[in-house]
């Protein structure tokens, strides 16, 4: 089992941030990555068990199963069904907790998979650097941030 | 039951804050509550079940006892034995976590007790304020104040990266020894020369100490004066070292104490020391001012300096009067410009001196009365018939050596000479015996002593966009040239070959 762990503040409170992050939906309108996204069968898309099916702005394809959400807790736990990605067992969980002191927040993102050893490292940099460090940039800069 | 839940971003790595807090027996080396601390029996202070003693400042005494200890996750918990406060069944949870893209810390401390009903709020913001957020800030500040920390910080303050060779590796890999360091960009003076001698380098930049404030600059305001550190006429930047004194942008973090300014401000700076050539600055926060909103990065960068100058020269050395003559050499210049427009909206008729026809054309759009192209004889007549014989009240002289004995012939009785500059050269020794036959005042000021301090350098900023925004002074747009290019702007400074303002875009 491989694990992918990366963290950030968020220059905002945590009730704004979630606001934008909790729609499993959303892909879209906070990552740079993901240029279309749909809730397969019309779901709302906090029904945990609804699937999100979105295309890479690279032209992949990714289905992925939430599995748990919380908005007392500002979490959300999602499993891949199907990726370009070559993955096995990928649970992953973004949490958002507030930061007293400052009134921003605190995001982290982790992530569990099975890969074949040699992909272990390249799976790592680019779920890590390309995906969710990117997303988390990306959300930082639309709250005001660097 | 009440519940308190305190948390901070400690600009410090994970490892060094646990490696203090697992230490059950640390708190009287850095939390100001408490004045001593033991571990009864002897024990390790890592061992789960031991009992510390704590004597606070205050002269109470408790003792809590270590319930869990996690090395993996980070994480302890503790409980309350004997306490002066009625905190029953008081349990703590501290757990830190890393901010893994900036190599900082999230530190959480939380607990869970039972207070007398009537005394819940009072006792959990004493918990809240007293105790968690009170120790957070006192273990950040110990930590940096360490000694080896110190000096980290104090060679990375240099702005250039202790070993200069691989620049490309500190951006991207932080290491343990540079806590809180963010990578940035700066433009390296390597040795005293020409433009070539300016190079752009990845630098690690450190996180703002007591008193300072880091600062991502947009935009960097290019003044002449950074010329004359660069082939080191003015020995105000040691190589290798940055140059620049003017730059605005957005306040990344504050240092303990800095009250004045908050995270996200859009701020701009113009002052020694230098180090304003770069994308990501610390430093003092006391001479950092916040911009009004209406006021753009790029023409506060390129105005602060030029505009504080004018205003300080308007109003404090020569406080300039409704209906005082007022002779501006180099009207259409940076500094001339506002002059004439500032003196003119105060109610003063100016009198300017350009080089050429083109600058005369800046100076009558400044408000000048009447404009001099040269400054020999005909200036001085100019000057006498527009003030029928009587001469200046005051010359703002910035030209320095080709000006100065015609500035002193231009004044009238008791007038007063500023010279502010020398931009044709060191004006030398001068007898003063002259200045007696019509009791002249010279002033030599120097900008770094109108600015002394934040009370002085607001009040300057101030009064600068107050002028701005009735209109006293116009700001132009500046020249807005990429980072990259800094050499060619200061071979373009040097040649004479600029028109207005020129700012570094980040």
């Known amino acids: 089992m491989t694990r992918v762990y990366v963290s950030s503040v968020i220059p905002a409170p945590a009730a704004s941030v979630w606001r934008r992050v909790r729609d499993f939906n959303a892909l879209p309108d906070w990552t740079p990555f993901v240029a279309e996204s749909r809730i397969e069968q019309n779901l709302p898309s906090d029904k945990v068990g609804c699937i999100r099916n979105f295309v890479l702005s690279d032209g992949g394809r990714i289905r992925e199963q939430l599995l748990a959400l919380s908005d007392y807790d500002m979490s959300c736990t999602y499993s891949i069904l199907e990726s370009p990605m070559g993955v096995e067992n990928y649970v992953a969980k973004l949490t ?9 927040t605190f995001a982290q993102w982790q992530a569990d998979f099975d890969c074949p050893p040699e992909r272990e490292q390249a799976l790592t940099e680019q779920i890590g650097r390309n995906v969710f460090q990117a997303a988390f940039t990306a959300l930082g800069k639309s709250f005001g941030g660097r | ?65 270590l319930l869990s200890l996690d090395d993996e996750t980070r994480e302890l918990t503790y409980c309350l034995l004997d306490s002066p406060l009625p905190l029953y069944g008081y349990v703590a949870t501290i757990r830190l976590l890393p901010v893994t893209d900036s190599d900082r810390t999230f530190w959480q401390w939380e607990s869970e007790f039972s207070p007398p009903p009537e005394r819940a709020a009072e006792l959990s913001a004493l918990v809240a304020e007293g105790i968690y957020r009170t120790g957070m800030r006192a273990l950040e500040r110990h930590l940096r104040t360490r000694a080896g920390a110190g000096v980290a910080l104090r060679v990375a303050r240099a702005h250039v990266a202790p070993d200069p060779e691989p620049p490309a590796a500190a951006a991207h890999a932080p290491q343990a020894a540079s806590a809180g360091h963010l990578p940035g960009r700066a433009v390296v003076m390597a040795r005293h020369g020409g433009p070539e001698v300016l190079t752009l380098q990845d630098v690690s930049v450190p996180p703002p100490g007591a008193g300072e404030v880091r600062i991502r600059q947009s935009h960097i305001g290019v003044n002449f004066i950074d010329v004359y550190c660069r082939t080191g006429y003015f020995d105000l930047v040691k190589p290798p070292g940055v140059p620049g004194m003017e730059a605005a942008g957005v306040v990344e973090s504050l240092g303990p104490g800095v009250t004045h300014l908050s995270v996200g401000d859009r701020v701009a700076y113009a002052c020694p020391p230098t180090g304003a050539y770069a994308s990501l600055r610390t430093m003092s926060a006391d001479l950092v001012v916040r911009l009004p909103e209406w006021l753009p990065a790029p023409q506060a960068a390129a105005a602060l300096l030029k505009g504080v100058t004018a205003g300080f020269l308007l109003h404090d050395v020569h406080p300039v009067r409704r209906g005082e003559w007022v002779v501006v050499h180099a009207a259409a210049g940076g500094v001339g410009t506002l002059l004439t427009q500032w003196a003119t909206a105060l109610g003063a008729q100016v009198i300017a001196t350009v080089s050429d026809d083109e600058k005369a054309r800046v100076a009558r759009a400044s408000g000048a009365q009447a404009v001099v192209i040269g400054r020999g004889m005909e200036f001085v007549e100019t000057v006498q018939r527009l003030t029928g014989g009587r001469g200046a009240d005051v010359v703002y002289d910035a030209i320095g050596r080709d000006s100065f004995d015609i500035s002193v012939e231009a004044l009238a009785l008791r007038g007063h000479l500023v010279s502010f500059g020398q931009a044709s050269g060191d004006i030398g020794s001068r007898p003063i015996g002259p200045m007696a036959s019509k009791s002249l005042t010279l002033s030599r000021p120097n900008y770094g002593h109108y600015i002394e301090g934040r009370g002085m350098m607001t009040t300057q900023a101030d009064r600068l966009f107050d002028a701005i925004e009735r209109g006293f002074v116009r700001l132009s747009e500046p020249n807005v040239v990429r980072l990259e290019e800094v050499s060619r702007v200061h071979r373009d400074l040097e040649a004479g070959q600029t028109i207005g303002a020129t700012v570094l875009a980040t």
């Open chain 1, 96 to 104: 958002l907790t507030p930061v007293t002191d400052g009134n921003v």
């Open chain 2, 1 to 65: 039951m009440a519940r308190v839940r305190e948390s901070a971003i400690l600009d410090l790595p994970v490892d060094a804050v646990w490696h203090v807090l697992r230490d059950f027996n640390s708190h009287a080396e850095w939390h100001p509550a408490i004045a001593a601390s033991t571990i009864e029996n002897g024990l390790p202070a890592d061992t789960v079940g031991a009992v510390r003693a704590f004597s606070l400042s205050d002269g109470g005494v408790l003792r809590e006892q």
